[in-house]
């Protein structure tokens, strides 16, 4: 977990007001997190961190691209992602730590630093879409053509094979609308 130390926040020490904070993430930061649905990246995230006395407002701006595999070609290809999020960090007594909700998260009174690449992480991989695509099928640079080639191909002999291999596929095809 060393390479998410640099995403550890030590705010005990920072005055009240904002705050201005900058990450580059790339590869490594996903290999961090073993069930990522994405796996790599070039993304900015700027993270204004705003200290007042009894909790923190955290905004993330995230940009950049994700690298998605196609679900038609299995080619790697970068998709833009523009995320914004508010995140509210509210300190409180050891007793109330589980009263943890999606827009409050709750830090005990005797934190110093707070680790944000979870947020991160997950803020990224809620962006990506559920069906990933090239775009503009064997057209695009990052489009595998072979591959598209192939599943072409392998698309028209299964229709073949059905269509010969059943008869009453036949037989419906016979039948003429009245
Ligand atoms: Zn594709």
Known sequence: MKSLQEYKIPFKGLKTGKHDFKFEIAQPFFNEFEYSLVKSAELTVDLELEKQETLLILLFTIKGNIHLNCDVCLSNFPSPVQIEERQIVKFTGDENLEDNTDEIMMLSRSDFEIDVSGLIYEYINLSVPYISRCGDEGNTQWCDKEMIKKLNE?????????????????????????
Request: charged share 30%; no cysteine.
């Open 154 to 178: 392998l698309s028209a002999e299964n229709n073949e094979k059905t269509t010969n291999a059943d008869p009453r596929w036949e037989a419906l095809k016979n039948i003429k609308p009245q």
